[in-house]
Nanobody, 124 residues
Framework: QVQLVESGGGLVQAGGSLRLSCAAS????????MGWFRQAPGKEREFVAT????????YYADSVKGRFTISRDNAKNTVYLQMSSLKPEDTAVYYC?????????????????WGQGTQVTVSS
């Protein structure tokens, strides 16, 4: 059974930074891409960033490009999301997810395991 446990969310002022962590267990992580998604109140879940576990190749949503960085620590089976220059519109519950395949994907349906989510609130 795959388990994904997020941490690192919180309240931060606009312009500040946070780092989210997602500790994974239960499957061979070198074979699957990992992603971060977010969901704001009243909105659909949206793609934020993804990383191919074996090569480290990354892809970002336009709304976070240049501000967020996804990375992974293979030894710790952990994926990170470093968020900088945060804006109030980044406020959401952030979810870590593991893909069904090795290639990166921006589509939620391509991910079959999800964490419980961590709240990020950016005040203006």
């Amino acid at each position: 059974q795959v388990q994904l446990v997020e941490s690192g969310g919180g309240l931060v002022q606009a312009g500040g930074s946070l780092r989210l962590s997602c500790a994974a267990s239960g499957r061979t992580f070198s074979s699957y891409a990992m992603g971060w998604f977010r969901q704001a109140p009243g909105k659909e879940r949206e793609f934020v960033a993804t990383i191919r576990w074996n090569t480290g190749a990354t892809y970002y949503a336009d709304s976070v490009k240049g501000r967020f960085t996804i990375s992974r620590d293979n030894a710790k089976n952990t994926v990170y999301l470093q968020m900088s220059s945060l804006k109030p519109e980044d406020t959401a519950v952030y979810y870590c997810a593991q893909s069904k395949r090795m290639a990166v994907s921006t589509t939620a349906k391509e991910y079959d395991y999800w964490g419980q989510g961590t709240q990020v609130t950016v005040s203006s």
